[in-house]
């Protein structure tokens, strides 16, 4: 940080008009690694929360919990109870992609990029390799591992698109351990709930504003988009919920399924979009309900594959591979979106379980194939693979 008296910079009112003011909170997934960029983080005294000043023609698209990166100079004052000041004179959206990439030069960014690019099966084999191991050896479920991880709501109207909430089931508690352990390497957000009676009764997962001070207050769940987040369900033992657990329990249903975060104010409450990617792993089958329940079957002990193993390259690429290819563009055409409308046709006359509601599912496997494999329009082999998968998975049932 870097203390500076304002009355030596001339921020001439003519020139340098304040345009607004936001309260800026640094996130508390940000994985160890990312933190590690900043060179703040190795001060023991270093600010989590400021406000921000932007002024004239300064980036302005801003949004709830929003991730970004702000440029200007930091006031701060002797005063413990006063927010730091950073008045921006420049500022961008942070997705994954630039969390990954902040501490490379542009020359060696472009070179990873490019490496990415032209190497996109050997980077997901490569994680495949590192999920399978944390899962005990279960190749099927470390595909819908990846899946998960890359992705995103796509659309909201008529219906919710891309959601990809996952159950892992027959799972433990040191399962669960080597699986964080694992995420943390290749994720810039990842954030650990361990769903306790204990927790749910007494921490916040809804933001709410305090009465008497009118402060909108952070809680567990205000995360920013593409954060993963993994749920410790094997830690839930018998006991009773008070109301608060009740509240959690409940917003937390709605997080995973509609990706909706209630806020909580005196008189009413305000839901707010979230773009969130959950995982949720229990013993049996999860009281919240997901959209994929996953059965674990391992073959051997998880175990965490060491990253020391990678080259430095290969973890950035790694890296990159996960953040980027979830914002690629997907398309299907008219021609394989008959032969889709045939199979399902096909599958209701023979008498197939097979539901608009499945076809929805597969089709959501089928996406995030076609992404994980660097390409922008499904192809026949997505959609052939991605009903195989899900009649797999089908049978673990």
Not at 198 to 224: A, C, H, M, T
Request: hydrophobic letters at 40%.
């Amino acid at each position: 940080m870097i203390d500076v008296n304002l009355e030596t910079i001339n921020f001439s009112h003519q020139r340098l008009a304040c345009r607004s003011v936001y309260f800026c909170k640094f996130e508390d997934s940000i994985s160890t690694w990312v933190r590690g960029v900043n060179s703040f983080e190795e001060k023991q005294d270093y600010c989590t929360e400021c406000l921000i000043k932007t002024y004239n023609e300064v980036y302005s698209d801003f949004f709830l919990c929003g991730t970004f990166e702000f440029y200007g100079v930091l006031y701060e004052t002797d005063d413990a109870r006063a927010l730091p000041v950073l008045h921006c004179i420049a500022a961008y959206p942070a997705d994954s992609t630039a969390l990954v990439l902040a501490d490379l030069s542009q020359l060696q960014r472009t070179f990873i990029l490019s490496k990415v690019e032209e190497n996109v099966t050997h980077y997901r084999d490569l994680l495949l390799e590192h999920f399978s191991e944390a899962l005990g050896g279960d190749k099927e479920a470390a595909t819908f591992l990846l899946l998960n991880n890359l992705s995103r709501i796509h659309c909201r109207e008529p219906a919710l698109v891309g959601n990809f909430s996952l159950n892992f089931i027959n799972i433990d508690s040191k399962t669960v351990e080597v699986l964080q352990e694992t995420l943390e390497y290749f994720l810039p957000k990842l954030f650990k709930l361990p769903l306790s009676v204990e927790y749910l009764n007494s921490e916040r997962l809804q933001p709410f504003q305090d009465e008497e001070s009118l402060e909108l207050l952070k809680s567990g769940l205000q995360l920013s988009p593409n954060t993963t987040v993994i749920i410790n369900e094997t830690l839930l033992e018998n006991g009773k919920l008070n109301n608060l657990g009740c509240e959690n329990l409940l917003c937390l249903q709605k997080a995973v399924k509609q990706q909706l975060l209630n806020y909580k104010f005196p008189y009413y409450e305000k839901p707010f979009n979230t773009d969130l990617r959950f995982i949720v792993c229990s013993e049996g089958k999860s009281i919240l309900k997901c959209d994929y329940i996953v059965p674990v079957c391992k073959v051997r002990p998880p175990a965490v594959r060491p990253v020391k193993s990678l080259s430095e390259e290969q973890l950035h690429c790694a890296r990159v591979y996960l953040a980027s290819m979830s914002h690629s563009n997907f398309s299907i055409s008219s021609q394989l979106n008959e032969i889709i409308s045939r199979d399902f046709a096909t599958m209701r006359q023979m008498g197939v379980e097979f539901t608009s509601n499945d076809l929805d599912k597969v089709l959501c496997v089928a996406r995030y194939m076609c992404l994980s494999d660097g390409a922008s329009e499904l192809k026949t082999e997505h959609w052939t693979s991605a009903l195989a998968l899900e009649q797999l998975r089908k049978k673990r049932l």
